[in-house]
């Protein structure tokens, strides 16, 4: 809900502009990203996931790219909508051994008109 | 299809009181998860199950239970409500491991006074 978003940097954007949200992972052993948006009350909902092995993946307005090198993920939004606005958060996990997620504290993207 | 439902969607309890948040998912997924969101934190995963019957410790289960006597549902107990407690609940679900998206209920905003 609202309350998660206290706190969490933000992100304005004007409307029909390109949207880069970063996200900095901890474990160097994880294979496996996945980018979620959270709107007001509501619980994270799937966008895209990347695999170790790519660098770029595209999905419907959105691309994600990896940097294992610096530990880094960004998720790109074109062309953003009123509709996009919501907290962004990315999760890493490590496909073996383990079948637990960690989370980022996220980031709010805010769209003006 | 309803995906993960959640219930009850709020609740207020006393310090001392004990209730159960419900979680049932229709994918058939065996992975199912419980995480609790406080503001600005990235998800923490309290219990997770990888099969009916089989349950096991997250981040933080001090104070919680769960039990997973089906494969649609995995209800998380808290036998003595603290103040500590207060924060929104998610259950989740996927269909393997960690190297599957996890696809979220709409949460449980839970209060201790």
């Known amino acids: 809900g609202e309350s998660v978003g206290l706190h969490l940097p933000t992100l304005s954007v004007q409307e029909g502009d390109n949207s880069i949200i970063n996200c900095a992972y901890s474990n160097s052993a994880s294979d496996y990203f996945i980018w979620y948006k959270q709107e007001s009350g509501k619980g994270p909902q799937f966008i895209i996931d990347i695999r170790s092995n790519m660098d770029k993946r595209q999905g419907q307005r959105v691309t994600v790219l990896l940097n294992k090198t610096v530990k880094h993920l960004s998720l790109q939004i074109a062309a953003t909508q009123p509709g996009d606005s919501a907290v962004y958060f990315c999760?890493?996990?490590?496909?073996?051994?383990?079948?637990?997620?960690?989370f980022g504290t996220g980031t709010r993207l805010k769209v003006l008109a | 299809n309803a995906g993960v439902t959640q219930t009850p969607k709020f609740r207020i309890l006393k310090i001392g009181q004990s209730m159960t948040l419900q979680c049932a998912q229709d994918m058939n997924h065996n992975y199912m998860y419980w995480y609790r969101q406080d503001p600005g934190m990235g998800l923490k995963l309290i219990y997770y199950?990888?099969?009916?019957?089989?349950?096991d410790k997250g981040e933080v289960p001090n104070g919680y239970n769960v039990s997973r006597s089906t494969t649609e549902d995995f209800p998380l107990r808290l036998e003595l409500a603290a103040p500590s407690q207060t924060s929104v609940y998610f259950c989740?679900?996927?269909?393997?491991?960690?190297?599957?998206?996890?696809?979220f209920g709409d949460g449980t905003r839970l209060s201790i006074l």
């Open positions: 989740a679900s996927s269909s393997l491991g960690s190297n599957q998206p996890q696809h």
């Open positions: 199950s990888v099969g009916a019957g089989i349950t």
């Open positions: 999760a890493e996990s490590r496909t073996s051994g383990t079948y637990k997620y960690i």
